[in-house]
């Protein structure tokens, strides 16, 4: 694990920094851009993950400290971004390295500093012919982001509902578009990614970190897109190995399966999505854990599905008005053992309205509700009005 974890990581690198370095020709250009974000957010009760609130940090109903009502204001979500484009003998080569301030760190009670944060860091190469290269760190290929049915970039609050395909990952990705006339594009991937596990306490290595692991995870997906009608579909394959206290090592193969579409019928836009996962629940938004140990010490993966559900209505050019329901479950054959404060199931309600003004100005308000249920019965729920005012440069 470490040795390919390793090469892509040098591979990833080696990209990048060659495009920084290389002078640009007369195609290229490089530009500075991002956002200022602030979020207003009142809770009916109290939520410690400001800004970004998901189903685990939903305050149980026997957490009686939690019950007082709160009102945040925060812009850790503000990002900064350096973009890039240029052509090389045909090739086109472009990429993006960003940042935001999404930290626990710093001192919120005198200072408000937060350190920047990565979130994306890669460079990709498209050839004429259809084919692309892709290295650095970028969403999973097993995310939605490029059908607008991502949720999250529905919803005020971009942790999105539950049921949300959501991870980050360092890649290695390749991939041909194929052109199908006026019936749309198809476009065929695959990848190689970091793969880890939840840290389970053992005192031998430290599996948040990938020790342990025996080998990546490996990823293919198929899309088809159109202006009307898109649609995709992927899957990812991985094992989750851990090394348990007294040296023990125990592996269970790891899977994930998703499709989402979305159709564009002017003025409204119907989404969804849906997926089940073995193992890999930290690409469902980490609702989930990914695999956990038994109370008799054995080790397994947690299983889940989810979906979400949506509908956006253009009210003009500048309003949008948008709607989402969300559910996730983890399963309780495959999981039975697991007791406590372990999420068995959840659902969320988002509604909101967002709109563009002064050109780089957006504003959006949003209601939100979230409840849970624990595998040991114990319900929690919070209604969440969230309001945010973006300046994009």
Same mark, same amino acid.
């Given at each position: 694990?470490?040795?390919?974890?390793?090469?892509?990581?040098?591979?990833?690198? #080696?990209?990048?920094?060659?495009?920084?370095?290389?002078?640009?020709?007369?195609?290229?250009?490089?530009?500075?851009?991002?956002?200022?974000?602030?979020?207003?957010?009142?809770?009916?009760?109290?939520?410690?993950?400001?800004?970004?609130?998901?189903?685990?940090?939903?305050?149980?109903?026997?957490?009686?400290?939690?019950?007082?009502?709160?009102?945040?204001?925060?812009?850790?979500?503000?990002?900064?971004?350096?973009?890039?484009?240029?052509?090389?003998?045909?090739?086109?080569?472009?990429?993006?390295?960003?940042?935001?301030?999404?930290?626990?760190?710093?001192?919120?009670?005198?200072?408000?500093?937060?350190?920047?944060?990565?979130?994306?860091?890669?460079?990709?190469?498209?050839?004429?012919?259809?084919?692309?290269?892709?290295?650095?760190?970028?969403?999973?290929?097993?995310?939605?982001?490029?059908?607008?049915?991502?949720?999250?970039?529905?919803?005020?609050?971009?942790?999105?509902?539950?049921?949300?395909?959501?991870?980050?990952?360092?890649?290695?990705?390749?991939?041909?578009?194929?052109?199908?006339?006026?019936?749309?594009?198809?476009?065929?991937?695959?990848?190689?990614?970091?793969?880890?596990?939840?840290?389970?306490?053992?005192?031998?290595?430290?599996?948040?970190?990938?020790?342990?692991?025996?080998?990546?995870?490996?990823?293919?997906?198929?899309?088809?897109?159109?202006?009307?009608?898109? #649609?995709?579909?992927?899957?990812?394959?991985?094992?989750?190995?851990?090394?348990?206290?007294?040296?023990?090592?125990?592996?269970?193969?790891?899977?994930?399966?998703?499709?989402?579409?979305?159709?564009?019928?002017?003025?409204?836009?119907?989404?969804?999505?849906?997926?089940? &996962?073995?193992?890999?629940?930290?690409?469902?938004?980490?609702?989930?854990?990914?695999?956990?140990?038994?109370?008799?010490? &054995?080790?397994?993966?947690?299983?889940?599905?989810?979906?979400?559900?949506?509908?956006?209505?253009?009210?003009?050019?500048?309003?949008?008005?948008?709607?989402?329901?969300?559910?996730?479950?983890?399963?309780?054959?495959?999981?039975?053992?697991?007791?406590?404060?372990?999420?068995?199931?959840?659902?969320?309600?988002?509604?909101?309205?967002?709109?563009?003004?002064?050109?780089?100005?957006?504003?959006?308000?949003?209601?939100?509700?979230?409840?849970?249920?624990?595998?040991?019965?114990?319900?929690?729920?919070?209604?969440?009005?969230?309001?945010?005012?973006?300046?994009?440069?």
């Amino acid at each position: 694990m470490r040795q390919s974890c390793s090469v892509v990581s040098l591979l990833s690198g #080696a990209v990048v920094a060659a495009a920084l370095l290389t002078p640009a020709p007369t195609s290229g250009a490089v530009s500075v851009g991002g956002y200022v974000k602030l979020d207003i957010i009142y809770s009916d009760k109290v939520v410690t993950t400001i800004p970004a609130i998901g189903p685990t940090n939903v305050p149980l109903d026997t957490d009686k400290e939690k019950d007082n009502s709160q009102t945040n204001l925060d812009v850790r979500q503000s990002r900064l971004r350096v973009t890039w484009d240029e052509t090389v003998g045909g090739v086109k080569i472009s990429g993006r390295i960003e940042g935001d301030f999404t930290t626990t760190d710093g001192n919120a009670l005198t200072s408000n500093s937060r350190h920047l944060r990565l979130r994306h860091a890669f460079a990709r190469a498209d050839h004429p012919s259809g084919f692309f290269l892709l290295a650095g760190q970028w969403f999973s290929l097993f995310m939605n982001d490029e059908i607008a049915a991502a949720a999250a970039v529905r919803t005020v609050d971009f942790n999105g509902p539950a049921g949300q395909i959501f991870a980050r990952q360092p890649q290695l990705r390749v991939g041909w578009k194929v052109p199908m006339g006026p019936t749309g594009t198809l476009t065929l991937e695959g990848d190689i990614e970091k793969h880890s596990v939840e840290d389970l306490g053992s005192p031998v290595v430290n599996e948040s970190q990938g020790e342990g692991q025996v080998t990546p995870l490996f990823g293919g997906k198929v899309s088809w897109r159109h202006p009307i009608f898109q #649609a995709e579909a992927a899957l990812m394959l991985g094992d989750n190995t851990v090394i348990l206290p007294g040296g023990r090592d125990e592996s269970d193969a790891a899977w994930a399966f998703q499709v989402s579409a979305e159709a564009r019928l002017r003025p409204v836009t119907l989404f969804g999505s849906y997926y089940t &996962q073995q193992g890999l629940g930290r690409l469902v938004n980490g609702d989930f854990a990914s695999a956990d140990s038994h109370p008799g010490g &054995q080790f397994g993966n947690v299983e889940s599905q989810g979906f979400y559900v949506g509908a956006g209505l253009a009210l003009t050019p500048e309003t949008t008005v948008n709607a989402i329901y969300g559910w996730a479950k983890s399963d309780e054959d495959a999981s039975i053992g697991w007791t406590g404060s372990h999420l068995e199931k959840q659902q969320s309600i988002h509604v909101n309205v967002f709109h563009r003004f002064w050109k780089n100005w957006q504003v959006g308000l949003e209601y939100q509700r979230r409840d849970v249920e624990t595998f040991s019965g114990v319900e929690g729920d919070v209604t969440i009005v969230r309001g945010a005012l973006w300046y994009f440069f």
